[in-house]
């Protein structure tokens, strides 16, 4: 598969997890991890194409490994940031941001990428 065909999907994984109130705050790692193996489960649900996934992580979720399906970016500093350099490193291809974050939103659509919300990916 041509990866540059595939839809880059990019998922905030802080705000995802964020968004659903189920205790994620007492183990981040293992929120983002059962986040990760959603994804590689499920994709991103919908969407008929080819897909390359990545999941970026920053802080405690630091250390979650990457799976089959789903490549694991571990941000050194601000998660955003590094979702904005994925997104600009990637122009020429379809782009779609995982996240419910309004200043990441406006910097990403900025950059041509599409934008969706945590809803998209959760259960």
Do not use: C, F, K, Y
């Given at each position: ?8 999907v990019i998922?905030?994984a ?6 659903v109130?189920d ?12 986040l ?6 499920a994709?991103l649900p919908?969407?008929q ?5 990545v999941l970026?992580?920053?802080g405690?979720?630091r250390?979650?490994?990457p799976v089959p399906?789903?490549r694991?970016?571990a941000?050194?500093g601000?998660?955003?940031d ?5 997104v600009a ?12 974050d309004r200043e990441?939103r ?8 599409d934008v969706t919300?945590p809803r998209?990916v959760?259960d």
């Open positions: 598969m041509d990866d540059n065909a595939a839809l880059l998922v905030d802080a705000n995802v997890v964020g968004s109130p205790g994620w705050w007492r183990d981040r790692r293992g929120a983002a991890e059962r990760r193996d959603r994804l590689a489960a994709g919908g969407h194409g080819a897909q390359e996934i970026v992580v920053e405690a979720a250390g979650v490994e399906g789903v694991v970016e941000a050194a601000s998660g955003d590094r979702i904005v350099e994925l490193g990637s122009v020429g291809r379809s782009r779609l941001v995982v996240t419910a990441l406006r910097r990403v659509t900025e950059l041509g990428a919300g998209s959760r």
